[in-house]
Nanobody, 127 residues
Framework: QVQLVESGGGLVQAGGSLRLSCAAS????????MGWFRQAAGKEREFVAA????????YYADSVKGRFSISRDNAKNTVYLQMNSLKPEDTAVYYC????????????????????WGQGTQVTVSS
């Protein structure tokens, strides 16, 4: 089992920044590819960003490319999502997810491919 706990959400004005953190426990963190997803009210959960277990590969949704940055610190068992130039349409509950990866370069994008999920943290961007 992998336990994931997100933090760092909150209320921010448009154009502002937030950094989300996701602390993992339970298994060897560096064996897991990680991802961030979000779900706005009344909408399906959508992919935001993913990072390989080594941190060497990253991938972003087009809607956040150039504004968001995913990173990880395997020594701290934590993955981060730096969010800059926030827009009202970024308002959502943000979730981190973990999936066992057998190659350093593996990126996991699909919601259905992730086994472990955090409880989510609310991000609200005011206009």
């Amino acid at each position: 089992q992998v336990q994931l706990v997100e933090s760092g959400g909150g209320l921010v004005q448009a154009g502002g920044s937030l950094r989300l953190s996701c602390a993992a426990s339970g298994r060897t963190f560096s064996n897991y590819a990680m991802g961030w997803f979000r779900q706005a009210a009344g909408k399906e959960r959508e992919f935001v960003a993913a990072i390989s277990r080594s941190g060497g590969n990253t991938y972003y949704a087009d809607s956040v490319k150039g504004r968001f940055s995913i990173s990880r610190d395997n020594a701290k068992n934590t993955v981060y999502l730096q969010m800059n130039s926030l827009k009202p349409e970024d308002t959502a509950v943000y979730y981190c997810a973990a999936e066992r990866a057998y190659f350093d370069s593996t990126i996991v994008v699909a919601t259905t491919e992730y086994e472990y999920w955090g409880q989510g943290t609310q991000v609200t961007v005011s206009s």
